[in-house]
Nanobody, 123 residues
Framework: QVQLVESGGGLAQAGGSLRLSCAASGRTFSNYAMGWFRQAPGKEREFVSAIPLSGDGTRYADSVKGRFTISWDNAKNTLYLQMDMLKPEDTAVYSC????????????????WGQGTQVTVSS
């Protein structure tokens, strides 16, 4: 059974940085894509970034491009999201997901989800 556990959220000031981690377990993670999504209060879940584990490049939402970096450590089975130059509008619950074979920006493409970690950016 696939399990995804996020960590690393917290409070940061605008312009600061945070690094989120997502520890994955329960199978060999070599196919499909892993992704990060976020949901702010009163808003729909939105795509942040994705990384196909086959090595087919990374994807970013326009709102985070140039500020966030996604990476996957195959030895540790851990997904990361390095978030730099944070803005108050980045405040949300961030969740990692696994299982997309295409349409990486759609939440419905993923079959497994973590519980989420809160990120709060103060101005």
């Amino acid at each position: 059974q696939v399990q995804l556990v996020e960590s690393g959220g917290g409070l940061a000031q605008a312009g600061g940085s945070l690094r989120l981690s997502c520890a994955a377990s329960g199978r060999t993670f070599s196919n499909y894509a892993m992704g990060w999504f976020r949901q702010a209060p009163g808003k729909e879940r939105e795509f942040v970034s994705a990384i196909p584990l086959s090595g087919d490049g990374t994807r970013y939402a326009d709102s985070v491009k140039g500020r966030f970096t996604i990476s996957w450590d195959n030895a540790k089975n851990t997904l990361y999201l390095q978030m730099d130059m944070l803005k108050p509008e980045d405040t949300a619950v961030y969740s990692c997901a696994y299982g997309a074979s295409y349409a990486y920006t759609r939440p419905t493409s993923y079959g497994y989800w973590g519980q989420g970690t809160q990120v709060t950016v103060s101005s």
